[in-house]
């Protein structure tokens, strides 16, 4: 895999007037008037890099699949994510979310949880404003996995003897569902009845779950590794919340009892970050980290095997870019 | 208005096969294996009268409009007032629900929170397995407005001066939305594009708000007057959350200045059950109730009022017996 040298509005650049068309229906559905208005004006303030929409519209473009309402299918999911991120600031106590304080921050927790629902319900309707009911279909089920994956997550903390694959499904159903969720319906909405399901919309699946994944895994690393002023937020959260991810666990496998309970010990420390440092005096957690970014990347070659099926195209150029994106990001 | 005399399960009994249809749905989607079947099983518990589910069905059967999927309705209704009742009980720290520890005392609040939404997205994809989509427009449409009285009522704790009509339009819209969303569909689902439109759906949505809203004001009589014992629940919470109901407005503005700072200090008293006892030393309760039973008793007229246009039948005198039952509930 070569490292990527784009900028991501380069890679994005085969689904511009598309991205545009769903800021439109985003920002539509992001204004109000008076209390409700004020709120959704602030949620609208997190929208960042808006990855999964444009994964809907290239995956449509890449398959041909492409119609006038990939764009709405693309702010419905848009809107389901920024649901999750106002809900998850509340799970996490995080006071900033992209250098902006976070809902419960400016109003109080009560707003958090009601906005949240809010976004969930807003995303729902208009998924039922489309042709088709595939987008209302396939993404009521993520929600589904996205709340499962947390609550699992919650219930594993400080599980040291975690298997990989049950940190992996942890993993995919927190980050990777969404991806998948918006690979799949780029290359399969509107589904109509006339259309054979189309194989291609499972495999735009499976790439989109081994790109969510891999995304989740490396932010996982910069979470042990990166500097809170490259990566933009704070890091060493998950010791400080718990969370025992891919490199810790792979640490903790392959070392004695006694550097066990010395990262046991870490994760108990006092609460204001020490346990990162805590954490890193217990053990060496180079090899972890080496484990952790091979998964990651063997992962990300098997995503890019996938579109190798695909007719060359520029969306399918993006894709391949987008990937090689997600494996050199520090941020 | 003539007292009710039945017991509410005798007046359900013209659509006694539909609430067992809609309750073998309803456990299949609280039904699940692990963590998330655990969690679920508890919210199942919470099942009360699940009146909105059989005003779908009566409203569908007083208006000759019933189909085999009405049960399955009446099921997404439940499935979101029971989501609602997660996420409120967090709002409110409610530790008990029917007598039973509500979710996030037996676990926490990160897990009330996933578990309302879990519940959200099956009431939305219950919704996307029907033949219309109808009732997925409708309750998406409704979740958003309870959403917004709920952050309505929020912003307008100790508000003494609030007008009537902006506390009726919270009470609507927490209470009343999923009445009159009930009553409208049962009348109007599927709503296929053959059909006219019909004037009873109208008719049948405002007889549902309007029940809603008087089953809303006597709740928050029964909140200043009620025995806990009677109830079900404790009672004072309004007056311990800085909520002022319909009593207390009517009251507080039919009293001169020196009562008035007693009633703003009583609210502001120890929150140990307290604000009550000062409440009903600071003024004279009875005037505010009174009022607040008049309008509830109005409502209930005009809700019966437009049940005279139905042909008569069963299902349209339980309806007349449900209204009833309304006026005189205690609890």
Known sequence: MSPSTFSLSELLAPVHSGLEAM??????????????????????????????????LLSGQATGRSTPEHPQVAAVLELIHL????HDDVLDGADVRRSLPSVHSVWDEQTAILMGDMLYSRAFHLSTCLDSNLAARVLSKSAQRICAGELEQAARRY??????????????????ELYAAACELGARYPD????LPAPVAKLMRIF??????????????????????????SVGNDVEDGKVTLPVLHVYA??????RKAIRDAYQGPCDGGRMALLRVAC?????????????????TQALQRLQTLPDSDARRSLVQITEYVASRQK
Chains 1, 2 share one sequence.
């Open 83 to 86: 649901a999750t991120l106002v």
């Open 284 to 300: 060496d957690l180079t090899p972890g980290l080496e484990f952790a970014r091979n998964r990651a990347y063997g992962l990300l």
């Open 159 to 176: 599980d040291f003897n975690m298997p990989q694959a049950d940190y992996e499904e942890i993993a995919s159903a927190k980050t990777a």
């Open 208 to 233: 989109g779950e081994e790109l969510g994944l891999a995304f989740q895994i490396i932010d996982d690393v910069l979470d042990l590794t990166g500097e809170a002023s490259v990566v933009g937020k």
């Open 23 to 56: 800021r439109c229906i985003l920002s539509a559905e992001l204004s109000g008037e008076g209390l409700v208005g004020e709120r959704t004006a602030h949620v609208a303030r997190f929208r960042g890099k808006e990855l999964r929409a444009a994964m809907v």
């Open 192 to 195: 109509a009845p006339s259309q």
């Open 254 to 259: 392959n070392v004695d009892e006694t550097t």
